[in-house]
């Protein structure tokens, strides 16, 4: 079972991890005729957002890939926690009144509350912390 659950936890890691937080604007299209065109001019506008480019570097940028990050990473935790639960109410009901395997469950259950709890009180302390760091605006 903790192949399964380290399984579906690398899988939302990779999932999250190479998301659209980072991919930039590459809607140009390149000209179909033999005009004068750099490759250069072309990927210009494809850096990821938030990196330093030619031009100004820009704080709002960062300040929205940390949120963005950090949600993708508490969306992940919530899930994770959400199948902890499931988790320990399976090991509940498969314990048929075995008092060991019973108070296992209760206490997977109970860090799987207290996980999801942590999880869903870490959005406005996370978004709170990156507006103090950043100035509200």
Known sequence: MKKIFF???VSFFILFSFSSAFAGDCSKEIPKDNTNWEIQDYLKDCAPTGSITSNAYEIKDVKTKIVNITNKLILAGSILSVGGIVFAAILYV???????KVKKAKSALQFSVIGFVVMLLSFPIVNAIVNLI????
Not at 94 to 100: F, I, M, R, Y
Not at 134 to 137: F, L, P, Q, T, V
């Open 134 to 137: 950043y100035g509200i605006g």
């Open 7 to 9: 399984a579906i936890f």
């Open 94 to 100: 498969t314990a048929l009144g075995n008092d060991e």
